[in-house]
């Protein structure tokens, strides 16, 4: 079974790897080869060193493991789709430089400036559902019976993107429930595996609404228990009061929203935006591994243990300087999401899961075309999501004015004009002027409709417009 990773010398393609490289299953649904595609032969070079350590030290004599999937790097798109069996898409149009001119251009106007929440998450869609689509064009092209696992991020905006180009062959995933869910089961002391989540929501915007153990909706015993809900990551953030208020365990990400006012104090005040942070830290691994590639693993072991510990460093910071749990340090997450969806198509295996998904008829007052992150049944045939039930106002108040704001972006992308972009900016939950989100729009993309920072989608394309990215579960 061939795998094409869109983005191959992105960062975190040695988590994807290292969950293929002690996949256990039957041998039969195994994949054999992965296939590395980049527009940046530098970093390709150096994810493909790291690759070749781990192979080495994972697999192989002695190791009680079959050799791992052959390792191909390519710079041409449609050479690296051509025969693929599944192909994840983890882009980073513009690098992690882009990124950081998104957060800059919010903060600017003292709005939320953060990867794929509030007006940041806008710009980026603004740059990256184009080339999600060009990509998807390609896939119907070249490999029509691939299936294509989403990890690029706004995941939700931009699964649904490229859903209209290649339907439901195309499932977003993300890392933030699953590890949310398991959070949770843990704090009850149950196996995070033998429980029950119900999960409703839109990438990076939902909510854990029960875990089920052995038939027992164990959330009520959770939630008014301080020490326990206060003993993770989620419980930390929100804190026990607001948790009991809302009846439910929010996604991590919605802490922008329902703490919006100190989350923008503590990332104006702190030295360097996220993306700066993760420019500079991992221009250097690079380079470093550029210069000494036998020791590529180690340098980036050790620059991902520091990226883990400073996730959300800001957040943190603004309810009290907590520190990350160790078990929420080894990173991967969203390719253990990734590998076990592979597996359920691939071998039939039929499992439940947390996808971003077309909505048909499970979240109530969504429409069927909706991309929701819920869970889903996953087989041979793909992923039905299932029915999540009544949704609180609160919350499907909120999805709706967002997922209104994706579509904007996607207008927008799709049309090539300026006023769905501004209206996507405007309508944000988390942008309060109409002014604000003229003057981000002007900042951001000054020569619109070119959305590029001044260069011309053709140059943007062959400058990097599938270099590294950061991961759905976000930096």
Not at 317 to 329: F, Q, V
């Amino acid at each position: 079974m061939r795998l094409t990773l869109l983005g191959g010398g992105g960062f975190r393609v040695p988590l994807v790897y290292r969950a293929l490289l002690t996949d256990d299953g039957d041998a039969a649904g195994r994949c054999t080869e992965l296939v590395l595609y980049d527009t940046d032969r530098r970093r390709l070079d150096a994810i493909a060193a790291v690759l070749a350590e781990q192979a080495a030290q994972l697999t192989g004599p002695g190791t009680g493991r079959p050799p791992g999937p052959a390792v191909r790097t390519t710079t041409d798109l449609d050479d690296a789709l051509r025969g693929a069996d599944f192909v994840f898409s983890a882009i980073r149009v513009g690098g992690l430089q882009g990124r950081s001119r998104d957060e800059r251009a919010a903060l600017g106007e003292g709005v939320l400036g953060q990867e794929t929440v509030g007006a940041g998450g806008v710009l980026y869609g603004l740059r990256t559902v184009p080339e999600a689509v060009r990509i998807a064009e390609r896939v119907a092209a070249v490999a029509p019976d691939a299936w294509v696992i989403n990890f690029t991020n706004p995941a939700g905006m931009v699964t649904e993107a490229m859903q209209r180009v290649l339907g439901d062959r195309v499932i977003g995933i993300c890392d933030s429930p699953v590890g949310l869910c398991r959070r949770a089961a843990r704090a009850v002391g149950a196996d995070p595996d033998r429980a029950g989540y119900d999960y409703v929501g839109l990438n990076h915007l939902g909510w854990l609404r029960r875990v089920t153990v052995d038939g027992h909706d164990r959330l009520p015993e959770l939630l008014a228990d301080t020490a326990a809900l206060e003993s993770f990551e989620e419980g930390k953030l929100f804190g026990a009061d607001w948790l009991r208020t809302l009846g439910a365990l929010p996604n991590e990400y919605l802490h922008y929203y329902y703490f919006n006012r100190e989350a923008v104090a503590a990332l104006r005040q702190a030295p360097a935006t996220r993306g700066e942070f993760l420019r500079d830290q991992q221009d250097a691994f690079y380079a470093q591994a550029a210069a000494e590639p036998a020791g590529a693993l180690e340098v980036w072991e050790r620059t991902r243990r520091e990226r883990e510990a400073t996730y959300m460093a800001e957040s943190r910071e603004s309810t009290g300087g907590w520190e990350r749990d160790a078990c929420d340090l080894e990173g991967g997450g969203y390719d253990r999401v990734a590998l076990a969806l592979m597996r359920a198509i691939a071998r039939n295996e039929r499992t439940t899961l947390i996808l971003n998904v077309r909505n048909r008829t499970a979240v109530p007052g969504l429409d069927a075309e909706a991309v929701v992150e819920v869970p889903c049944l996953v087989d041979a045939a793909g992923a039905a999501p299932l029915a999540t039930g009544a949704v609180a106002p609160d919350q499907l108040g909120l999805m709706l004015s967002v997922k209104a704001v994706e579509r904007a972006v996607i207008e927008a992308a799709a049309s090539g004009e300026r006023t769905p972009a501004l209206r996507a900016l405007a309508l944000h939950p988390l942008v309060d002027s109409v002014y604000t989100a003229d003057r981000i729009l002007q900042t951001a993309y000054p020569a619109w409709p070119d959305p590029g920072y001044g260069t011309t989608n053709s140059a943007r394309r062959s400058a990097g417009s599938c270099s590294p990215y950061a991961g759905t579960g976000g930096p």
